[in-house]
């Protein structure tokens, strides 16, 4: 073999390893990113599910309430218009606005307890108020898990190369789920 054959085989040889090389840093590049939207992705699934026990257990709750209140119809009202409004939102940021504005709602809601102190004995208020209590529970760490997943999404966005790989894989950045203004104030309490 003569000597310009061989540099010509080191120089293809370079040519494939570094070809290979790139191929496979833009690979998981792009791995990486589809990666991160999906667990944005799962990570909202699992906030709906928890959202979706939410909106079944209050027809339970307002119907034990009801019985006891039955002069606080604005009340359930607002309750059937935040569930029919979680329910029509087309956008995740719709469906955070309608939870957000039934969180507002349901305290108002489970305030009602102090007023009618035989509510507070019913037992099926109480399994229901526990329920709803456990399941608000596990929609704040389902939230939590959610902004981390778009956290991680956004951050990688906003780097050189994370950017180039989103336009090519078509993904975007994700919104926060969080929380309005008017709950952030902390509540007075006044005896």
């Known amino acids: 073999m003569s000597k310009g054959v061989k540099i010509a085989l080191i120089v293809i040889a370079i040519v494939v390893l570094i070809g290979f090389m790139t191929f496979s840093w833009f690979l998981k590049g792009y791995n990486n990113v589809i990666a ?7 990570s909202w699934a699992q906030v709906e599910n928890q959202l979706k026990r939410r909106y079944d257990l209050i027809p339970n709750l ?3 309430v009801k019985g006891y209140a039955a002069h606080e119809k604005e009340l ?3 309750i059937a218009d935040a569930r029919t409004k979680y329910f029509n939102a087309g956008s ?12 507002g709602v349901l305290s108002r809601l489970l305030l009602l307890n102090e007023q009618y102190p035989q509510l507070k004995a019913n037992e099926s208020f109480l399994k229901l108020q526990d329920s709803l209590e456990g399941t608000e529970n596990r929609i ?5 898990r959610y902004n981390e997943s778009v956290q991680l999404l956004n ?6 190369f994370g950017r180039f790989f989103a ?10 789920y969080e929380i309005p203004e008017a709950e952030k104030e902390v509540p007075k309490v006044k005896f």
């Open 36 to 42: 991160m939207d999906e667990n944005v992705k799962g």
């Open 62 to 64: 307002v119907e034990t």
């Open 76 to 78: 359930f009202e607002h």
């Open 92 to 103: 995740v940021k719709d469906k955070i606005n309608a939870s957000n504005q039934l969180e």
């Open 140 to 144: 704040a760490v389902e939230r939590k």
């Open 155 to 160: 951050t990688y966005i906003r780097t050189f």
């Open 167 to 176: 336009a090519f894989a078509g993904v975007s950045s994700a919104e926060y």
